[in-house]
């Protein structure tokens, strides 16, 4: 893959939290794709995902999310669900949801004060897909977790070039 960072690399450890419903499906698909692509560019990331709901605290992604990403390579096998925590709008910069429900869950529970900034993953998105929801596979087939993967590729490319400049 071409390098995304053109200019510089973040000098500081740089914290992204990526945010669905459950995070077995979306979540856990886009933290697998950014931690894939930080390393292989080398940033200094941490990367995370968490759900809004409680519904999967300590389950493995879904296995279709799981072999999507495995079909390119990207490993999320290890990661389990969890749900958002008061302390993670302390501890992470980005914190970016997959939809607007989710945003706005977020945004429900950010706490006075707390630093990070809330958005939707696909803001970073470059052309038509800019700020679109990315829509849950869960009921869906594995196309659709393909689908999925399409969109979460893209937002992770623009999501690594707005850090590089920042």
């Known amino acids: 893959m071409r390098a995304l960072c053109m200019t510089q690399t973040p000098s500081h450890t740089i914290r992204i939290l990526f945010v669905c419903l459950g995070?077995?499906?979306?979540?856990?698909?886009?933290?697998?794709?950014?931690?894939?692509?930080?390393?292989?560019?080398s940033l200094k990331l941490e990367i995370d995902s968490a759900g809004t709901a409680d519904y999967?605290?300590?389950?493995?992604?879904?296995?279709?999310?799981?072999?999507?990403?495995?079909g390119r390579g990207v490993d999320i096998t290890g990661l389990r669900g969890r749900q958002v925590s008061p302390e993670d709008f302390h501890r992470f910069d980005y914190i970016l949801a997959m939809d607007t429900e989710n945003l706005r869950r977020l945004r429900a529970m950010q706490p006075a004060g707390a630093?990070?900034?809330?958005?939707?993953?696909?803001d970073y998105a470059p052309g038509p897909q800019k700020g679109m929801a990315v829509p849950d596979p869960y009921y869906g087939?594995?196309?659709d977790?393909?689908?999925?993967?399409?969109m979460l590729e893209l937002a992770a490319q623009g999501l690594?070039?707005?850090?590089?400049?920042?």
């Open 23 to 41: 995070n077995i499906c979306r979540s856990p698909m886009a933290e697998g794709v950014l931690r894939h692509l930080a390393a292989e560019q």
């Open 56 to 70: 999967h605290i300590g389950e493995p992604p879904d296995e279709r999310a799981q072999q999507a990403c495995s």
């Open 115 to 122: 630093p990070a900034r809330l958005s939707l993953f696909m």
């Open 141 to 143: 087939d594995s196309q």
């Open 145 to 150: 977790f393909d689908e999925v993967l399409n």
């Open 160 to 166: 690594i070039k707005q850090v590089c400049q920042a």
